[in-house]
């Protein structure tokens, strides 16, 4: 790969980029994605702690903030050593940052309602649809099926950011390919993964799970190509490596899931503070460890701060060291995992199995969350059976149908086959905040 061409200006979907002096193509690009609803939404969803009445624990508006932040800082140092080593142009280091600011405030933005139990409770509900085999389900064809039923909140991100915001089914945001590039963690659709690993060798990290809908395949081959995204072929299908730019987001996230939920289990009393303390001491490694006359939030704060700089620094070096293999599409690891910190973040995240994720309080909120998502999904569905035997013309619908339409207001634009109509379901419970579905569901349930 060549940093000129994966730095690229191009939008999808639009000819004529307008780049200005005082404000470039991605600074544009974050602007766009912090005005749009998906993205404010994210005010009301989950980040760890579901439906908490906290103010000062974090949901997915804060926590992209914060990743877009950590984000910035870590590509402009990373940008200032491609700059010294010639891969960039003096300046271009400025671009850099601001592709992963805005591929890092926008990487949580396809997650669905109650966090990532929220995916699970919509692709189980999914799966039920299909081993009953009835109606929209049973006519959905079997290689398609993977997308419902392995819900995925990366796919439906790119989803939003390509199709459904701003301009509908004609580039959506129409994003610079480079931040829409530096977004895909996952650059695979469901059927070629699988096809992948029926051939037995899906181990590449960009393979774990898939991240494009077959809806927008097309769309990020656009993207791949003209950012010179090394391809890899099954047959007649097709996948791609990764953008070097993905670890630099995912090592942001990484960062501030680990470090910062923390903070929020101290915050909620799940951690004690000297539990909290002697981790996060580990990471910062202050010069003085002791809370002098600061309150032990402001103790826990401090610390939160000095171990995301020490993290920062870590993950700067691992990329330094990895950059030939990462360049190459060959390195196939989180730089989380390979830098100098890398047992400090294991250590957090065995912290944050064992005490915040089984939190007795999170099953059960989880536990509400899926019967909300259930409610809701198996209420609006007889509208969509509907649609397809009106023959796709939402004013034939019945009366039923159409109240529920008006009162929730469905999109039924551009839907002509059931996995389109499928697909325009999990647009709409995935766009809820946890609060509108938990709303919905009383209303369709009728409490």
């Not at 804060?62 to 940008?79: D, K, Y």
């Not at 960039?88 to 396809?110: F, M, R, T, Y």
Request: glycine share 8%; aromatic share 8%.
């Amino acid at each position: 790969m060549e940093w000129n061409r994966l730095i690229s200006e191009d939008r999808l979907g639009d000819k004529k980029p307008s780049s200005q002096a005082s404000r470039s193509i991605f600074v544009q690009d974050h602007d766009r994605i912090i005005f749009s609803a998906p993205f404010r939404r994210l005010a009301n969803k989950t980040q760890v702690q579901p439906l908490y009445e906290h103010d000062h624990v974090h949901h997915r508006l804060i926590h992209s903030i914060e990743v877009s932040s950590v984000g910035r800082s870590l590509a402009m140092r990373i940008g200032h050593w491609l700059v010294e080593q010639q891969f960039l142009k003096p300046g271009e280091e400025h671009n850099l940052a601001n592709i992963v600011q805005a591929a890092s405030v926008a990487h949580d933005i396809g997650n669905p309602p109650f966090g990532h139990s929220g995916e699970d409770a919509m692709g189980a509900w999914f799966a039920e649809q299909f081993a009953a085999g009835r109606g929209l389900a049973g006519d959905v064809e079997a290689d398609l099926r993977p997308e419902f039923t392995a819900f995925e909140g990366n796919a439906q991100g790119f989803r939003i950011l390509t199709r459904l915001e701003m301009r509908r089914n004609d580039g959506g945001m129409r994003l610079s390919k480079a931040t829409l590039g530096a977004f895909m963690k996952y650059p695979v659709t469901a059927r070629t993964r699988a096809a992948v690993k029926a051939q037995g060798d899906a181990s590449y990290v960009g393979l774990k799970k898939f991240g494009v809908f077959s809806s927008e395949e097309a769309l990020f081959a656009d993207v791949a190509t003209t950012l010179g995204l090394p391809e890899e072929h099954v047959g007649d299908q097709k996948w791609w490596r990764r953008h070097p730019l993905v670890f630099v987001v995912e090592a942001a996230d990484d960062i501030c899931y680990n470090i910062v939920d923390i903070e929020d289990a101290f915050t909620t009393g799940e951690l004690s503070y000297k539990e909290v303390v002697d981790i996060l001491v580990t990471a910062a490694k202050p010069r003085d460890a002791s809370a002098g006359d600061r309150s032990q939030a402001e103790h826990v704060a401090m610390l939160r701060a000095m171990a995301i700089g020490e993290a920062i620094e870590s993950c700067v070096e691992a990329f330094k060291a990895h950059h030939q293999e990462i360049l190459a599409g060959t390195f196939s690891g989180a730089l989380t995992e390979v830098c100098e910190m890398a047992p400090i973040f294991e250590n957090m995240r065995k912290l944050s199995s064992d005490h915040i994720f089984t939190a007795r309080r999170k099953t059960e909120l989880e536990i509400s969350g899926r019967r909300i998502i259930y409610n809701v999904m198996s209420g609006i569905l007889p509208v969509f059976e509907d649609l397809a035997v009106a023959g796709w013309n939402a004013e034939r619908l019945g009366s039923r149908s159409q109240q529920l339409v008006r009162a929730l207001d469905l999109d039924l634009r551009n839907l002509a086959t059931p996995a389109q109509a499928l697909h325009s379901l999990a647009d709409y419970t995935s766009g809820m905040t946890d609060r509108y579905a938990l709303r919905i569901s009383k209303m369709l349930s009728g409490h």
